[in-house]
């Protein structure tokens, strides 16, 4: 419980300080609110009424299947068969749980479920029915769900699996509601940092079309600083020709300052402004020329969910009901309140199966968008985003570039230097004032740019700082925050200092680690790879094909390990397409191992992306892409088999969702490294730069 | 105006007529399990088979399917009485997420009425279209493969 007591001081300090040093409190952004579980709110959590248990889902489920795990812990505990308890997706009625973020929900909430499941078990025994349940902590091994035998090991069936195979209504999408209408809030073709606002619209020309039913001027609050104009329309379908026809003119803010970001993401040019302000390893290393010496520019990227977000709202009386995918419904709520003049106690969000998240439904939009078109119309209404509205307004992986030197003296690295230069990700802008950015800048950095940068090796003489710069695009939590684009830039340099060294990868890794079980999963991976064996020849691809394979590891948020071994093959033009992946992953005690292993699965995909495609294209300072088409994601085609292997502990919990991202691009990286002879420092890589001369 | 959605003739609202055939499967007729990923066709979580051919339904005019027959993954199986897919697809614990599953399992159904024992070059070039951002590509592979084994 110690460590737990430590981060909920740091939480709570934050949020007082900023807060405080506000004095505008009118401008205040309603900020995200992230207690860490106790044992009082899990006893809302299950619940017994006539023979049967609820456990209402104290996480969003947006994929990782934490449904199952929970459950799994829950019926482990209470000693009952699999049938007997049903898994509730919460609402806000229940006590502020924390947002689902940062791979946590294991590690933090499956021993508060199993203390009360264990206490409600003891008072069923003792033959109570009713009321609530005090919950006294008893210590970790006599909780039975972590006990041999108990729910840790075991796949069962995944909780909604049925669900979704048979197309029951499960996102928020599916939800209908009698005489509800659909909506949509039209903004500027601006940057969302700059103001706009809707100026004239031609309303004639709407109302010529069938199923049009209203323009609503107040449609919510702004994105960044673009407002809105509202549609509702008795069919999806119509809101398109609507906006096509209303041809709305906007006023747009031609005095706001929109810098290029491939400027202001520049490490050399921030470099030669002075030092960079927050550091992450604060060692000294020694003048002098580097052996390794590399820069590494990693774009804006989405996350790219396949359900773009959708929310349903109705009113009733005065109180605001909302059906969301989101990963925190209690933020939600609070922004919600804040924005329609309620208490929080007339406001209910709806947790709704989340249809793709990796970080990026985080905030309150379309939400917020939904309920104020409900309110305007007095009916119940639909919103979900077009996909273009997904890139255009929402949050993304902010663009980076890394320095990063090392210097090698007898195999062994004594100083190392890593400086990046990127955008806010905890901080973000999508919730963050300019104003506000300058006093967390000032005072406390961003530990989301920050994650990961702390080499996992021992370096020598290490330092490790980082600038964050408000860009005109919005940027923010996406799967791993920092941590994989800084396990790319690591991961490289660490391969080039192994070859500036002459020792094999897998060997110079190995020398400069110090955690055994980073260590581990190092040597589970090269054993599963076998490691040391040339790459397998690509069966069907051309002789011509070169083939690399390539290492690489890390650690994430100093609880969770993985080591990837990838090959690739590249073609004489250059295109690379990732053969086989190898993944050995210790998250300690593994409630639910196959859906472990389907994280890592993810994270694989995810780090063929990082490396081959994930782009997002910006023009004049706002996102451009409107389609799948102009932002690519991974497909069947570009991913190979994959072998994972859980090395599985026996006490400690962590988290899967964002761990083999850290090795995956690295290790890809460098397989094209050895495939080819040439450093991959630009991502998505190009091609043309990987082709064989004519 | 009609379809045969699933097996029974449905009408179609004359009003629904420009709608796209997801709307008029989801808002109309209350059929959630396709799914609005793009809207251009390029994600295939919209994917349904409209006779015998998978297809997306995002860019069907839903007037243009008069007199056609649609099948949705509701009409596949029911939770008792699975098909094969569905099986398959819960047996390899295939969906993270879910929500582009309908689609998947949609066209593996056409595949497999197609071409009952696929090649894997036949599986991924059918399945390259339909897009999954959790990364379950290989555990689809892998559930197709066994629905091979189960019909």
Redesign the interface.
């Known amino acids: 419980m110690r460590r737990r007591d430590i981060l909920a001081l740091a939480g709570g300090g934050l949020v007082a300080l900023v807060g405080a040093g506000a004095a505008v409190g009118a401008l205040v952004p309603v900020i995200p609110r992230r207690p860490l579980p106790d044992l009082a709110d899990a006893v809302g959590w299950i619940a017994h009424r006539d023979g049967r248990f609820t456990l209402t889902l104290p996480r969003a489920e947006m994929g990782q299947n934490i449904a199952t795990a929970l459950k799994q812990v829950a019926v482990a505990e209470l000693g009952v068969p699999w049938e007997a308890v049903e898994v509730e997706l919460h609402d806000t009625a229940l006590p502020r749980v924390r947002a689902t973020v940062g791979s946590e929900s294991v590690m933090q909430f499956a021993e508060p479920l199993a203390q009360a499941c264990a206490a409600l078990r003891d008072a069923l025994a003792a033959g109570r029915q009713q009321g609530l349940v005090e919950v006294n902590p008893r210590p970790f091994r006599e909780l039975r769900a972590f006990q041999p035998g108990g729910a840790s090991g075991t796949s069962p069936e995944i909780v909604h699996g049925r669900e979704i195979v048979t197309g029951e209504p499960l996102y928020s999408a599916d939800v209908r509601l009698p005489g509800m209408l659909f909506g949509r809030v039209l903004r500027a073709p601006a940057p969302v940092e700059t103001a706009s606002r809707p100026r004239r619209w031609d309303i004639d020309a709407a109302l010529r079309i069938p199923g049009f039913v209203a323009v609503v001027e107040a449609c919510g609050p702004a994105i960044g600083r673009a407002r809105g104009l509202g549609i509702l329309a008795e069919r999806p379908g119509v809101l398109a020709a609507i906006a096509e026809a209303l041809a709305v003119e906007w006023d747009i803010d031609k005095t706001s300052r929109v810098r290029d970001i491939s400027q202001v993401i520049d490490i050399d040019a921030r470099l030669a402004k002075g030092a960079l302000p927050h550091t992450v390893l604060d060692g000294t290393p020694e003048p002098g020329a580097w052996d390794v010496d590399i820069r590494l520019d990693i774009p804006l990227a989405a996350h790219a969910p396949i359900e773009p977000r959708a929310a349903v709202a109705s009113w009733d009386a005065g109180a605001l009901k909302v059906w969301a995918g989101t990963q925190d419904a209690f933020y939600v709520r609070d922004v919600l309140a804040d924005a329609f003049k309620l208490s929080t106690e007339q406001v209910t969000v709806q947790s709704c199966r989340i249809g793709g998240a990796f970080g990026g439904k985080t905030i309150c939009t379309v939400e917020a968008e939904a309920a104020a078109l409900s309110k305007a119309g007095a009916v119940p209404v639909k919103v979900q985003w077009t996909r273009a509205q997904e890139f255009a307004l929402g949050f993304h992986r902010p663009p980076s570039s890394h320095r990063v030197q090392a210097r090698v003296v007898d195999g062994k690295v004594t100083d190392w230097g890593h400086g990046q230069v990127s955008s806010h990700i905890l901080f973000t802008a999508a919730v963050a004032p300019a104003w506000m950015q300058r006093g967390t800048d000032l005072l406390l950095g961003d530990g989301g740019v920050a994650r990961g940068m702390k080499a996992p090796y021992e370096l020598g003489r290490a330092q490790a700082r980082y600038d964050a710069e408000r860009l005109s695009v919005h940027t923010g939590p996406w799967r791993g925050l920092g941590a994989g684009p800084n396990g790319l830039a690591i991961e490289s340099a660490i391969d080039e200092a192994a070859l500036a060294a002459g020792i094999d990868p897998l060997a110079f890794r190995l020398a400069h680690v110090s955690d055994v079980r980073l260590a581990g999963v190092l040597r589970r991976v090269a054993e599963i790879a076998e490691w040391g064996r040339p790459p397998a020849p690509s069966a069907g691809l051309p002789l011509r094909n070169r083939t690399g394979r390539g290492l690489a590891c890390g650690v994430y948020k100093e609880t969770s390990y993985a080591a990837v071994v990838a090959d690739v093959a590249v073609t004489p033009e250059g295109q690379v397409k990732v053969t086989k992946l190898w993944c050995a992953h210790d998250c300690g005690l593994v409630i639910n191992p196959d859906q472990v292993r389907a994280q890592c699965e993810g994270n694989l995909v995810w780090s063929i992306g990082m490396v081959l495609s994930d782009n997002l294209p910006v023009e004049a300072g706002r996102v451009v892409a409107e389609t799948f088409a102009d932002a690519p994601i991974p497909r069947m085609s570009d991913t190979p088999p994959i072998v994972v292997d859980l090395v599985v502990g026996k006490t400690t919990l962590s988290g899967a969702g964002e761990t083999a991202i850290v090795a995956g691009p690295g290790a890809i990286a460098n397989a094209i490294r050895a495939a080819t002879g040439q450093r991959p420092v630009r991502f998505p890589i190009d091609p043309a730069g990987f082709a064989l001369a004519p | 105006m009609f379809l045969i959605l699933n097996g029974a003739p449905q009408s179609i609202p004359e009003?629904?007529a420009?709608?796209?055939l997801l709307?008029l499967l989801?808002?109309a007729y209350?059929?959630?399990?396709?799914?609005?990923?793009?809207?251009?066709g390029?994600?295939g979580?919209c994917t349904v088979i409209v006779d015998g051919v998978a297809t997306r339904s995002c860019v069907v005019r839903a007037g243009d399917a008069q007199g056609l027959t649609v099948r949705?993954?509701?009409g596949?199986?029911?939770?008792e009485a699975?098909h094969p897919v569905?099986q398959a697809?819960?047996a390899a614990?295939v969906?993270?997420?879910?929500?582009?599953?309908?689609g998947q399992?949609m066209l593996a159904v056409a595949l497999l009425e197609q071409t009952p024992r696929p090649s894997a070059t036949d599986v991924?070039t059918a399945?390259?279209?339909?897009?999954?951002?959790?990364?379950?590509?290989?555990?689809?592979?892998a559930a197709i493969q066994q629905a091979v084994e189960l019909s």
């Open positions: 009003d629904w420009d709608e796209t709307s989801r808002e209350g059929l959630s399990g396709a799914k609005f990923g793009c809207g251009v390029i994600c979580a949705t993954i509701e596949l199986g029911s939770a699975l569905q697809w819960l614990a969906p993270q997420c879910g929500y582009c599953q309908a399992i991924e399945l390259d279209g339909n897009l999954c951002r959790c990364g379950t590509y290989e555990r689809i592979r």
